[in-house]
């Protein structure tokens, strides 16, 4: 997982990740994480408050878990918190571990782990006033369970191969976790009374936010970035970012186990505005995953930005302004879907499917386009619509993964409509619903001699089509795929969402009315 890739300077730091390198232990199955970031990179502040503040948005989705929340307002049930008190210990008592590791390695540093440890044995010893409270005897009532157990292998992996970089970043979910978390309930805390079940540990908690190690290891981390060139700098960032996602998903899973979360739906829909929040967490998946991609407004928007989602009620209007101009509007509407030009929401995405891909990731596309004949026949041939989308695609240098068998795969048909099939690693549903025709896929997976996946991940940017995914796997037994679901809204932020050009728009529908005609 680690390996040498920046030169020694001085003591500052001895070793440093590659960035192009991912968890290497495949057992590690991170959960379904899904982010939104409303948080403001400001220029001119420090490197250290950058990253904390980019890292913003994956943090607050561990802080929204019902446990935090339940244990402020205290209608956390005792068997959770106990089973919190208990495996807390555990993981703690690892947190020392790792830390007197990197402390052995980091001499010149020793300050900030002794600080680290000093500040873990005095957490330790409210949680074990709490086992005496509650009368539980730590060594008879359970062992760490597996989530705990590799969170903390997690850690002392990066304790013992990684760079001081990353392991501030490794330690910086659970910090973050629990000072945005009190920052976020601040006035319920302050109501407080000492009849609340929780209240010793909750006020605990609160005075974290003041705590000297969070604020040096800023001062570590800033200290190291001012000693790097621009292109290390990059470096350091892209292993931060990775150590910072992996060790977040593993607190999840922590909490996950502790709330004992559904494990086939992971987590309920969450929201992204930028593939790079969620590119780590992707290439931790494990090797023969699925990543399934909605087209339109996920991976593409029309350069007609009339025709984008976040415009939809604008068209609705200029259709029936202009209905009575057109026979037949609506299906000239809708081929200039087809026929139209595109171009990336992300270029990113590019880079994230080549890497992916490397990685042993296969990657489809899920789109309701059709697959019937183009209205365009008459121009350009016997065309089916899909065959048009995939050759736009294939323009733009969007290509998906080819597991199955060559040619066409039907998923769904019914009579008098298009059928749903997969072709070059595309699903076209044809208007049918996403969810079961993922499920079909699955079905037929095994008639072509395709694997099951061991985590399947699905981008979508509307909301009913990701609740649309989530119902199969609640309610079918799909070989207990863990599901991570995204809502994606990238499209819904583009600086020229708002310049719509009528008379284009107007002009390009008149041009193909005249083909068509």
Known sequence: MFVNTIKRRGNRYCQQSDPHLVNSNPNTKARAVRYSNDQKIVSGIRFSDRLFSQAQDVGMQVIGHPFHAEMVKGTLCSQRFRRFIVQDIFYLEGCIKSFEIAQRRFSNQSDLFALLISDTEVELDVLKRFLCKLQIDKNCAETSNRACEKYISFLIEVAEKGGLVEIIGALWPCYSVFLEMYHAYTKDIDSLTSNHPYYELVKYYKELLVLPSVELMKEVTNSILIETQKEEKICLKQAFFRCFYLSLEHERQFFDAIYEVDKKVVNAPRTINSIISIRERLLAMPRGSWVFWDLDDTIWVSDLPLLRAVNNQL???????????????????????YCCDYRLVEDEVLTLFSDLKEKGIHLFALTKRETGYSMQNGVEGKLFRHDLTLMKLKKLGVSFSSIFSEGEIVLKKEENRNSSVLKAGAVFTSFFDKGPILRELLIKSREHGVLFPPEIAFFDNIDDNIHDVEAVFKV???????????????????PDNEFIDYQELDCRLRNLQEKLS
Not at 317 to 333: A, F, K, P, W
């Open 476 to 494: 079918d037994d799909l070989h207990g795929i863990p599901l991570l679901a995204v809502h994606y809204k990238a499209a819904y932020y583009l």
């Open 315 to 337: 068209l609705e209007d200029y259709i029936c302004t202009i209905e009575s101009q057109y026979t037949n509007i609506r299906d000239l509407i809708w081929e200039l879907y």
